[in-house]
Every structure is written in C-alpha cells, then in structure tokens.
C-alpha cells in the first residue's frame, strides 16, 4: 500500500501530529508498505532541525526522521508555509525538503489511502 500523510497541526501542543507520524513510522518500517508525509500550516515546524524537548518528551524531529530515511524525498514541507513562518530551507531536518503543492498534489495521486490529520 502506498499512504500519504497530510499533516496540519501544530508540532507539540496537541497530538495530531504526533499520531499521524507514529502511524507513518510504523508503516514506513513495513517492506511491503510506502509511507510519504505532507507538512502544511503549522505542521511546517514539525521540520525545524534542532529540536530539543524536555528529556522523556516526543521529539517529533526524530518521529519524522524515520519515514525520511525510508527513501529519499518522502517528507515535503509546504514553501508557502515555510516562508509565513520564516522557515528556511537550511532550517530543515536532514531527509526533508521544501515542496509545493504541484507535489501535494501528484502525491495525492500516487497514493492508494491518503491520511489527514
């Protein structure tokens, strides 16, 4: 199965985020399985590299790194998004890239189930 995850929440302050990669990782771990992830609105923080989280916290950083080191391009972060919240592109996490909706949107096509959370 081929899955897209849109993520839309904020990184930390509620769980969507947090869910929605937990079940990324898991399928991204999966042979059989092809987990991509879409960040857009505040889900565009999620990428930030450097995060650090009070000790026993989620770092979603690393929640992140695991579908990313699944293959190369899987996590696209909105460009739009990035620039409103003066996001750089040297401010991302290794394994993620700045993407458009052009992307979103054959990503949406590729995809046999896409997730919104």
């Known amino acids: 199965m081929k899955a897209l995850f849109i993520l839309?929440?904020?990184?930390?302050?509620?769980?969507?985020?947090?869910n929605g990669?937990?079940?990324a990782g898991v399928l991204a771990k999966q042979a059989e399985h092809e987990a991509r992830v879409f960040l857009l609105g505040d889900a565009a923080s999620t990428a930030k590299a450097g995060q650090k989280v009070p000790e026993g916290f989620y770092n979603l950083q690393l929640m992140l790194s695991r579908v990313a080191r699944s293959g190369d391009g899987?996590?696209?972060?909105?460009?739009?998004c990035m620039d409103a919240r003066g996001l750089?592109?040297?401010?991302l996490a290794p394994g993620t890239h700045r993407g458009t909706l052009d992307e979103l949107a054959q990503w949406t096509v590729w995809a046999d189930k896409v997730l919104v959370f």
Request: proline residues 4%; contains cysteine; negative net charge.
């Open 74 to 80: 899987r996590v696209g972060v909105c460009g739009t």
């Open 8 to 18: 839309n929440g904020a990184p930390y302050g509620d769980e969507r985020t947090y």
């Open 21 to 23: 990669l937990r079940l």
């Open 88 to 91: 750089t592109e040297a401010e």
